[in-house]
């Protein structure tokens, strides 16, 4: 039952993780030129790199984007892969086929911790099962009698879920250090000096798993017009 509801939570933060928008900064439309901002230097006309941004008029340091023609916001990166902007970018992971970033982080978290936690339930019951096989227990269902090849398939098992948890549940341990310090794995492992929440880490970890902000991007607006046209039509027609 236990194995069952981990099983459960796995593959559903792991669709979550997959088709949650990450958080894509949405692109400019405008030309390249008109998108910059540009400042005087000793007398040259050069690129800016502080651009004023937010209600407060607050000046930070950005990086201007050639893909997407636009300043990007502070933590935020282009993603090779994916090919967007993405707020508080973590890392691509190919396993959900996903950028992991500031909207779809918490369900990357539940889904890393719960593949360790089927992993850990997979040896222990496996391990379960030999002890009672060799001490030639009776009283169970999965007694000796009638077992088969049931005992090699729970060694095959065993060595299978030991080789995969080491790497699995790092990971889990990883990115549980990195939440705590407000930090992501970009900015850890180019030593970046940067952290966005404060010192508490049980304050970081309730903000990453309670913060759900809405999306930039609208992706209704990716459909052409008359195929949305069509739609609603077919919406009204079935209503």
């Keep these: 039952m236990w194995f069952l509801a981990v099983l459960a939570v796995m593959d559903i933060s792991l669709v979550l993780a997959r088709y949650t928008d990450p958080g894509i900064v949405p692109r400019q439309a405008r030309a390249d030129d008109e998108a910059r901002v540009w400042t005087r230097a000793e007398g040259e006309l050069v690129e800016a790199r502080e651009v004023v941004v937010g209600r407060e008029g607050e000046t930070v340091a950005a990086n201007y984007c ?10 935020a990166s282009h993603c090779g892969v994916c090919d967007n902007c993405v707020l508080h970018f973590d890392h691509h992971c190919p396993w959900t086929g996903n950028c992991v970033g500031l909207r779809n982080y918490k ?14 339930l997979i040896i222990a019951l496996c391990l379960s099962y030999l002890f009672e096989v ?8 999965l007694g000796q009698a009638g077992s088969g090849g049931r005992p090699t398939l729970a060694l095959v098992l065993i060595v299978y879920a030991v080789i995969i948890v080491w790497p699995v549940g790092g990971l889990a341990v990883f990115h549980i250090y990195l939440v705590a310090a ?6 850890t492992i180019k030593g970046l000096p940067y952290q966005l929440y404060g010192s508490s880490g049980w304050r970081n970890l309730a903000r990453v798993l309670c913060m759900h902000p809405p999306a930039a991007l609208d992706f209704t607006s990716l459909v052409p017009a008359a195929s949305r046209a069509y739609r609603d039509e077919d919406d009204e027609t079935r209503g």
């Design 107 to 120: 369900y990357y978290l539940a889904f890393v911790w719960s593949t360790t936690l089927g992993l850990t």
């Design 182 to 187: 407000g930090r992501s794995t970009k900015e």
């Design 134 to 141: 060799s001490s030639g227990s009776e009283q169970t269902a």
């Design 66 to 75: 050639e893909t997407c023609r636009l300043y990007r916001p502070p933590r």
